[in-house]
């Protein structure tokens, strides 16, 4: 069972930024005198956004992503691409709810 996606980036700020619009809420998070870097769970698995310091970044890469409506993308399915250059294939389900 997968439970961990860790992309690193040498565009931390874009990438937490890109994937925040997206509706993810990232937490700060650094362990013992690692690197800061951002931090969500999608169902069970963590979802990371590193700082690529002396690892190469995370080359080419197709995530698929399915996100419930308010996320701040209309509802359907859409191809994206991350500051990087990684596909984001996201579906967004159903509608916001009415206000």
Do not use: N, W
């Not at 800061?36 to 002396?54: I, K, N, Q, R």
């Amino acid at each position: 069972m997968l439970d961990l996606i860790v992309l690193y980036t040498d565009r931390l700020d874009a990438c937490h930024a890109f994937y925040s619009g997206l509706g993810l809420t990232f937490q700060k998070e650094q362990h013992g005198s690692g690197p800061e870097h951002f931090s969500t769970t999608l169902g069970s698995v963590v979802f990371e956004l590193y700082p690529a310091g002396e690892k190469p970044p995370t080359g080419r890469l197709r995530i698929g992503l399915t996100l419930p409506p308010g996320s701040g993308v209309e509802p359907g399915r859409h191809t994206l691409t991350d500051p990087d250059g990684r596909t984001v294939a996201l579906t967004v389900t159903g509608r916001p709810p009415s206000r």
